[in-house]
């Protein structure tokens, strides 16, 4: 099994930034992994991932260009660099590992998940 764990979120003003990291304990079930954010009253939605290995690398329009997602295999953690943060960025931010797409779809399915952390700006 394996534990992904989120650290980084904050409160910051329009146009800062900052940086997600996401420790997972088992780099068995590393090789897809992604995040998410989940804003109050709307559904979960993935916003950048590392597919295949990293081999595949997925970011959402809302965020491409701003934000940068990595790992560092020599420390189990994958980061998630987050610049000019918008109001509608404030959400809570999720990892997830062990993904996979099912035969036809065009979204990736996860397996395991941290617990969140908060990222709120301000206007």
């Known amino acids: 099994q394996v534990e992904f764990v989120e650290s980084g979120g904050g409160s910051v003003q329009t146009g800062g930034s900052l940086q997600l990291s996401c420790h997972y304990t088992n780099p068995g079930y590393a090789y897809c992994m992604g995040w998410f954010r989940q804003a109050p009253g709307k559904e979960r939605e993935e916003i950048a991932g590392?597919?295949?290995?990293?081999?595949?690398?997925y970011y959402d329009d809302s965020v491409r260009g701003r934000f940068t997602i990595s790992r560092d295999t020599t420390r189990n953690t994958m980061y998630l660099q987050m610049n000019d943060l918008r109001p509608e960025d404030t959400a809570m931010y999720y990892c997830a590992g062990d993904c996979w797409r099912p035969r036809g779809a065009t979204r990736y399915s996860y397996n395991f998940w941290g617990h969140g952390t908060q990222v709120t700006v301000s206007s």
């Open positions: 590392l597919h295949d290995g990293g081999g595949s690398i």
